[in-house]
């Protein structure tokens, strides 16, 4: 142990203590959950300088930083290649190469799906995933729940490949650039890494996930049927799941009726009410009528509901019932409408929001059926529910006015609906250009965040993408959840905390072999993972790793790509935004997520630990 290396302070300092505190607060924070997780960074961005913990010049450089940019370039860049149709191609080749055979169906799907996670963030890769399997579990009648783990695990294992694959590497660097300004005289300069420095580790991580799938995945996953999502959305999918089953009918409101006055909301609020999906009013007829919108004398209603549930409605509210549809058949044209199913993801602006207050069906013309939580169907009620990340929700709506609103990103299409939004021609242009930004990040001529960003812009500037769908495709959560985060673990390293508790650490190990150092704190970093996100424990963990590390006598880097490498391995919690996106579409339960992603967890620690060690 190379003890002079280090400061020799071993008392906490005032800094100490008040950074140490505000780590405390950051991980009951992010458990409670009273606040969301970009708020909460925000706010200790603010107190970290309020204290002058960090200094004034350097509290917002964050948001300036490689990692934030690199993060925002990846994102417009994944929604450009979306934009060409590419998952559609993507869809049909994997179907043509596995001809329909479960196992190379999974075993392929999860493969690209874990390579593409490369060059993208990981929710943005499920988010382009979700139809995409859904058409292949569709046209090959494998089951949903037996597809979307695999992917979601692999894409978790495929952001380890590069330095942009996921936000712990691409925060790494800066990280290492903020531990060069504090080190001990006579220690070396940390290099910070090239883009492709992981790949060999991802590989690997990437193999062993493919093959434990293809070993085990019949076993794991071979008793999971699609309960909540079903390959051809039938009818009888929808009455199976949600209680939605019938036929659309119209219904003339007569003089004598007492929905007369009513408001859209108060009629389906009565009792055994059908699902109410239009209104014709006078000559205006639109699907998703809003709740305050009045039925008056010669109102058409265009319902859902089975014919003796209709029938009925009608009888006890003198309405006139029309089997055939003279006023809605266009509206209600299958290439044009029909009921899909999203998800909300946890960077959603509708979490803790409720129907009432989001009021789609004003905003979007979007009709909400019902609500799947858990294992319960919310269907009547349900409108003063809030919303929470992983929700299922039930649509009624016009498929071009569904891709418009899934455009804002605060919910994602899990039903492979038709569109016109798609710029196929612009395929190959897109292709070019991401190939050429990655060329560029390799050349080491020009910075990551450079070359990434040029890409993004040369997207926009070709047509590829408008200014408008590039920054709706940021997750402006993420951005803020990083930019927030990376100067507390500035604090942590600049105060001398880390280095403190380095001391306290090699106090106690001094004498244990590197490997064992590595291993306590990649399982410390799993756990504190689960708690204060990927995000947290790499702002937090890596400076300590750092000076552990010098401590010992060994070198840094090693162990803080341990570190960075370790904070995604969140293969069994819902706090993973990737397991949170298709917990509800495969209607996994945390016990199924324990049974397949905690032996995971620990040949990912063996396999990354161990490839660290062989090639640094």
Request: hydrophobic share 50%; net charge neutral; with cysteine.
């Amino acid at each position: 142990m190379d003890q002079e290396l280090l400061d020799t302070t071993t008392a906490l300092t005032p800094d100490m203590m008040v950074v140490l505190a505000l780590v405390g607060f950051t991980m009951v924070m992010f458990v409670w959950e009273k606040l969301r997780a970009d708020v909460t960074a925000m706010l200790v961005l603010v107190l970290l300088g309020l204290t002058g913990l960090v200094s004034s010049d350097q509290i917002f450089q964050g948001f300036a930083g490689n990692a934030v940019i690199s993060v925002t370039a990846t994102m417009m860049l994944g929604a450009g290649l979306d934009r060409t149709g590419l998952m559609n191609r993507i869809a049909i080749w994997l179907l043509r190469h596995s001809k329909g055979v479960e196992e190379r169906l999974v075993l392929y799907t999860s493969a690209v799906a874990g390579l593409i996670s490369s060059t993208m963030q990981n929710p943005s890769v499920v988010a382009l995933f979700l139809p995409v399997a859904s058409r292949l579990s569709a046209r090959s009648g494998v089951a949903l729940s037996r597809l979307l783990l695999p992917i979601a695990i692999c894409v978790v294992l495929g952001g380890s490949l590069t330095m942009v694959g996921n936000s712990p590497q691409i925060m790494l660097n800066d990280l290492l650039e903020q531990a060069n300004r504090n080190l001990p005289s006579g220690v070396a300069t940390l290099q910070t890494l090239p883009m492709f420095a992981p790949t060999p580790i991802g590989l690997a991580l990437l193999a062993v996930g493919l093959i434990y799938f293809r070993v085990f995945g019949k076993r794991l996953l071979g008793g999971m049927t699609d309960k909540n999502v079903t390959p051809a959305r039938t009818e009888s999918y929808y009455a199976n799941t949600y209680g939605i089953s019938g036929e659309i009918y119209e219904l003339t409101v007569t003089s004598e009726s007492p929905l007369v006055g009513m408001s859209i909301r108060e009629a389906e609020a009565q009792k055994g009410a059908p699902l109410l999906l239009a209104l014709k009013s006078g000559n205006e007829a639109r699907l998703a009528p809003p709740g305050n919108e009045m039925i008056w004398v010669g109102s058409v209603l265009g319902v859902m509901g089975t014919r003796e549930q209709v029938s009925d409605y009608a009888q006890n509210n003198l309405l006139r019932l029309h089997t055939r549809l003279r006023h809605f058949a266009d509206l209600f044209n299958p290439s044009r409408t029909g009921i899909s199913e999203a998800v909300i993801p946890p960077t959603s602006h509708f979490i803790d929001q409720t129907l009432d207050q989001l009021r789609l069906r004003r905003r979007h013309n979007i009709s909400v059926l019902a609500i799947y939580r858990g294992s319960d169907v919310h269907r009547e009620d349900f409108r003063s529910l809030p919303l929470r990340a992983g929700d299922m929700l039930v649509f009624h709506s016009v498929w071009r006015d569904l891709a418009t609103a899934a455009a804002h990103r605060d919910f994602v299409v899990v039903t492979d609906i038709p569109t016109d939004e798609q710029r196929p021609h612009k395929l190959w242009l897109a292709m070019t250009i991401f190939a050429v930004s990655l060329g560029l990040a390799l050349s080491h001529q020009i910075s990551v965040p450079v070359a990434l960003m040029s890409g993004a812009i040369a997207m926009v500037l070709t047509g590829v993408l408008s200014m408008d769908e590039a920054y709706a495709s940021i997750s402006w959560k993420t951005v803020f959840l990083m930019a927030g985060i990376l100067p507390l673990g500035w604090a942590v390293d600049s105060s001398g905390l880390a280095n403190y508790l380095a001391q306290q650490v090699m106090a106690r190990l001094g004498d244990m072999p590197d490997v064992v150092l590595q291993s306590a704190l990649a399982v410390l970093t799993v756990i504190m993972g689960l708690v204060v996100s990927h995000v947290g424990a790499t702002a937090i963990m890596v400076p300590i790793a750092i000076n552990i590390a010098i401590s010992a006598g060994a070198p840094p880097l090693p162990f803080a790509m341990i570190i960075a490498l370790s904070a995604s391995n969140n293969l069994i919690s819902t706090s993973n935004t990737v397991l949170t996106m298709v917990s509800g579409p495969g209607n996994y339960r945390s016990a199924d997520l324990m049974r397949v992603g905690l032996p995971l967890t620990a040949l990912y620690l063996v396999v990354v630990i161990a490839m660290v060690n062989l090639i640094y």
